[in-house]
């Protein structure tokens, strides 16, 4: 059965603390929804209601386009280990670009990761806990380092120039804010 919280306690951090990914969706009015798998070192939770999140570079650039209509955010975590598990953050986000002044002190809380594109900030309202008994139980054999490889093959100017020619528009046309980093 679901249970929902005001906050992240000390059992859902861990819990998220465990899993290799989370999903993040997001969406604004007339625009298709999108549901992002999310990985490598990049979620850091910063009390019982808030979190951050390294958006690195890739495909697309939907979150940050969504969140300039919309700041509706929901985050998932789910186990594909013993314990069967879904958390789910709800709340408000927002994005910060490398040109704002609190990108430093924030970005200080994730490794140096190549690509490193936005970083959104998420007041949570309400998390929320279901089973999970449906999940199949995996393993992980691996992080990929295809996005990593990628991104420092490219250097500052080819990221730079990817992001203007391939991020600054949603699928849906909307503008992304990206020229904030360039």
Not at 12 to 39: C, Y
Not at 110 to 129: H, N
Request: proline share 5%; aromatic share 8%; with cysteine.
């Amino acid at each position: 059965m679901a249970k929902q919280f005001n906050g992240f306690d000390a059992d859902h951090q861990a819990f998220m603390a465990a899993q290799p990914i989370f999903f993040v969706a997001s969406t604004a009015p007339e625009a298709r929804i999108n549901l992002s798998p999310k990985g490598m070192d990049s979620l850091r939770v910063m009390g019982p209601n808030r979190l951050i999140w390294l958006n690195l570079t890739g495909s697309g650039n939907e979150t940050a386009a969504h969140l300039a209509l919309d700041p509706r955010m929901t985050v998932m975590w789910c186990s594909f280990g013993l314990r069967p598990l879904i958390l789910r953050a709800y709340g408000l986000a927002r994005t910060i670009h490398r040109s704002d002044a609190e990108w430093q002190a924030l970005a200080n809380h994730f490794p140096d990761l190549p690509g490193a594109r936005q970083i959104y900030e998420m007041a949570v309202d309400l998390v929320q806990t279901s089973c999970g008994y449906a999940v199949p139980r995996m393993e992980l054999t691996e992080e990929r380092q295809t996005l990593r490889a990628w991104a420092e093959d490219k250097g500052s100017a080819g990221l730079a120039d990817y992001w203007d020619t391939r991020n600054r528009l949603s699928i849906d046309g909307l503008p992304t804010g990206i020229e904030a980093n360039l």
